[in-house]
């Protein structure tokens, strides 16, 4: 786990990242810009408990990729999650805060994964846990608001104007982010492959 200061605002940005490609980057740049980040966790997962295990490149390889590919001062690539033993967000994150308790994070999501978000184990433990930045993905700006996530926390949106608030703000809390937009996606880049 990267090294932290009480105080600081950290975006988590968790994904099997397989291969990880200027989409990433793209919603990494707008979290570190609009929400005022001090750092971001580029947490390379072990596996998607979501997703087919078969096309997974190894983790040593995309971790190895996400550094060559996006060195930035301010984003820390990190795969402390295996040691853990699990691939559930809900425990990894209150992992996070146990070890962490007087940092300030932020979880980060591209749209695309709201609409599935109600899939993920515990995932109304989740909103309880950190607040939640959601980048705006192509295809996914008007589905973002019929996802059962926007409905059951519906209350707790903050407006994106004050999204440097964010970090600051206690669980359950979210904004939906908009800005530039990558079609670029992990799926596409490995079927142009051949994997």
């Known amino acids: 786990m990267p090294h932290v200061e009480p105080g600081m605002a950290i975006g988590l940005f968790?994904?099997?990242f397989n291969p990880p490609h200027d989409g990433h980057r793209l919603v990494a740049e707008i979290a570190l810009r609009t929400l005022g980040l001090d750092q971001l966790w580029w947490m390379v997962?072990?596996?998607?408990?979501?997703?087919p295990k078969r096309a997974l490149a190894p983790l040593a390889e995309r971790i190895a990729l996400s550094e060559a590919t996006f060195p930035h001062p301010k984003i820390r690539v990190t795969a402390f999650e295996q040691s853990l033993g699990?691939?559930?967000?809900?425990?990894?994150?209150?992992?996070?805060?146990?070890?962490?308790?007087?940092?300030?994070?932020?979880?980060?999501?591209?749209?695309?994964?709201l609409a599935n978000f109600h899939r993920w184990q515990n995932w109304q433990k989740i909103a309880m846990t950190f607040p939640i930045a959601v980048?705006?993905?192509?295809?996914?700006?008007?589905?973002?608001?019929?996802?059962?996530?926007?409905?059951?926390?519906?209350?707790?949106?903050?407006?994106?104007?004050?999204a440097?608030?964010?970090?600051?703000?206690?669980?359950?809390?979210?904004?939906?982010?908009?800005?530039?937009?990558?079609?670029?996606?992990?799926?596409?880049?490995?079927?142009?492959?051949?994997?």
């Open 14 to 16: 968790g994904g099997s």
């Open 45 to 51: 997962t072990p596996g998607n408990p979501l997703k």
């Open 86 to 113: 699990s691939s559930y967000t809900a425990q990894v994150l209150a992992h996070i805060k146990a070890r962490n308790p007087a940092v300030n994070f932020v979880w980060i999501m591209g749209a695309d994964n």
């Open 135 to 162: 980048i705006d993905r192509p295809g996914a700006t008007l589905s973002f608001l019929s996802s059962q996530m926007a409905r059951t926390f519906d209350f707790a949106r903050l407006d994106e104007h004050d």
């Open 164 to 195: 440097r608030r964010l970090a600051q703000t206690p669980a359950p809390a979210w904004t939906f982010i908009h800005g530039p937009r990558s079609t670029l996606s992990s799926t596409q880049i490995r079927k142009q492959n051949g994997r």
